[in-house]
């Protein structure tokens, strides 16, 4: 069995030891807090302050979509050749189909703003509203549907899945 030193264990080697123990414990650290600040901010919310200032008319909207009774009936993804292709079916209160709506959707990234698409659905025939997406990566997406018809406004989150 070899020994790592030649000779006693000395002052001066365990100095080297440590020096280059806490060095590499350094340089880990700081390539993991160069990564982390260059992925992303962590910020979601530019303005928290004034946004929370608002809260009082974000409930009241909240309380007058609750009262419109829209809500969505069908929310899918699906994939064709080159895209994919978002379905929404949104109904009123006594379960039909809700027309002429303008609805838009954004979808973004859980951990990323980078990546953010905003579409336009189109109503098509048979009471859907379709857009095609061009996702640029596989993974978890949160689609922001909102549909308005005058000043009726209607809001809703999804997560999907996409592959």
């Known amino acids: 069995m070899s020994k790592l030193f030649r000779g006693p264990l000395t002052g001066r ?12 414990v350094f340089a880990a650290n700081g390539a993991f807090v160069y990564f982390a600040r260059a992925s ?11 946004i929370g200032l608002q809260y009082n008319h974000t409930l009241a909207e909240a309380e007058a979509q ?37 609805v838009a959707a954004t979808v973004r ?6 990546l953010d698409r905003q579409v336009t659905l189109s109503e098509g025939e048979d009471g859907l509203y379709r857009a095609m997406l061009n996702l640029p990566e596989p993974g978890q997406w949160e689609v922001e549907v909102v549909a308005t018809r005058g000043p009726d406004r209607f809001r809703a989150v999804h997560r999907i899945i996409a592959s």
Request: cysteine-free.
């Open 66 to 102: 609750k009262a419109l009774g829209w809500k969505i009936a069908a929310f899918e993804l699906t994939k064709d050749e080159e895209h994919e292709v978002l379905m929404v079916r949104l109904v009123d209160a006594s379960g039909a189909s809700l027309r002429g709506l303008a």
């Open 13 to 24: 080697h365990v100095l080297i030891m440590l020096v280059t123990f806490f060095g590499v």
């Open 109 to 114: 990234r859980p951990t990323t703003d980078r």
């Open 40 to 50: 992303w901010t962590g910020v979601e919310t530019e303005d928290a302050y004034r």
